[in-house]
């Protein structure tokens, strides 16, 4: 080849390597073999694991379950040979038909409270579950006083729990725009891999807020799902942000939580 040659042919390379787009992580998030999926997994929800303070709202009071109540629903969903499993678990079955366990079920815990480290994570660890832990991290950057550390969260994670971004600061995430979104979203989702080397893989919209926005601005991200606080507990290969999951209240004993996930499972 001639020097002149060798000349156009770096050109030609050169201009063919700018004219092709590259890959973002998003373009990567939404592979899948292209078969629709529905697969029954019910995800739980749950915010307060502790005994009631004597100043408790009534917000508080719906969102707490005592730590008996807990240690009752984890010991009859070992009883019934249910397994727990990861979000990213669940989206694998459900893009490429990646096999589940028998009777999958994702324990959820939401907002990163103290009660989490100290209470939930042995009731889990005694049993043989994982959980999935849905942290607000600034919360966590100021050591706010009723939430985890950066420190008892990597710990966590050591345990073998899962960790992942509920937004910076809690805020709905409705009606808002896309700076708003960037800082509360992905701004998670850098504290996480800045604290934890790990990247995040889900997201939980805080009081399960959001518009058509923000499922527009989630399709730009590389966060694989989103869970809601809608009720549900099948979820579809092509819902990648509008995931349902189940409430548990201080109102659902172990037969309310037997009811709930018989209901939904009958639910075709």
Same mark, same amino acid.
């Given at each position: 080849?001639?020097?002149?040659?060798?000349?156009?042919?770096?050109?030609?390379?050169?201009?063919?390597?700018?004219?092709?787009?590259?890959?973002?992580?998003?373009?990567?998030?939404?592979?899948?073999?292209?078969?629709?999926?529905?697969?029954?997994?019910?995800?739980?929800?749950?915010?307060?694991?502790?005994?009631?303070?004597?100043?408790?709202?009534?917000?508080?009071?719906?969102?707490?379950?005592?730590?008996?109540?807990?240690?009752?629903?984890?010991?009859?969903?070992?009883?019934?040979?249910?397994?727990?499993?990861?979000?990213?678990?669940?989206?694998?079955?459900?893009?490429?038909?990646?096999?589940?366990?028998?009777?999958?079920?994702?324990?959820?815990?939401?907002?990163?409270?103290?009660?989490?480290?100290?209470?939930?994570?042995?009731?889990?660890?005694?049993?043989?579950?994982?959980?999935?832990?849905?942290?607000?991290?600034?919360?966590?950057?100021?050591?706010?006083?009723?939430?985890?550390?950066?420190?008892?969260?990597?710990?966590?994670?050591?345990?073998?729990?899962?960790?992942?971004?509920?937004?910076?600061?809690?805020?709905?995430?409705?009606?808002?725009?896309?700076?708003?979104?960037?800082?509360?979203?992905?701004?998670?989702?850098?504290?996480?891999?800045?604290?934890?080397?790990?990247?995040?893989?889900?997201?939980?919209?805080? !009081?399960?807020?959001?518009?058509? *926005?923000?499922?527009?601005?989630? %399709?730009? &991200?590389? =966060?694989?799902? /989103?869970?809601? @606080? !809608?009720?549900?507990?099948?979820? *579809?290969?092509?819902?990648?942000? %509008?995931? &349902?999951? =189940?409430?548990? /209240?201080?109102? @659902?004993?172990?037969?309310?939580?037997?009811?709930?996930?018989?209901?939904?499972?009958?639910?075709?």
């Amino acid at each position: 080849m001639t020097m002149r040659s060798k000349y156009w042919f770096v050109i030609l390379l050169l201009t063919s390597l700018i004219a092709v787009p590259a890959r973002t992580q998003s373009d990567e998030t939404y592979i899948n073999d292209g078969t629709l999926r529905r697969i029954y997994t019910p995800i739980l929800m749950y915010h307060y694991v502790g005994e009631l303070p004597s100043d408790a709202d009534e917000l508080r009071m719906g969102l707490t379950v005592s730590p008996h109540q807990f240690y009752e629903h984890i010991n009859y969903l070992r009883v019934t040979n249910h397994q727990s499993i990861s979000m990213a678990d669940l989206d694998e079955a459900l893009r490429y038909g990646t096999p589940l366990p028998p009777n999958p079920i994702i324990l959820t815990f939401d907002d990163g409270y103290i009660d989490h480290y100290v209470t939930v994570a042995p009731i889990l660890n005694q049993f043989g579950f994982k959980g999935t832990f849905y942290v607000i991290t600034s919360f966590a950057d100021n050591n706010r006083a009723g939430y985890m550390n950066w420190q008892q969260i990597q710990d966590l994670q050591n345990q073998g729990m899962d960790i992942e971004p509920h937004t910076k600061n809690h805020a709905d995430l409705s009606h808002r725009d896309y700076d708003f979104l960037v800082y509360e979203i992905m701004g998670s989702v850098e504290s996480i891999e800045q604290h934890l080397g790990t990247t995040p893989v889900t997201l939980a919209y805080p !009081m399960g807020r959001y518009d058509q *926005t923000t499922l527009s601005f989630m %399709e730009t &991200t590389y =966060l694989s799902r /989103t869970v809601t @606080t !809608m009720p549900g507990a099948y979820h *579809t290969s092509d819902n990648y942000h %509008e995931m &349902t999951r =189940l409430r548990i /209240t201080p109102e @659902t004993g172990v037969p309310g939580l037997a009811q709930i996930l018989n209901v939904t499972r009958a639910q075709r």
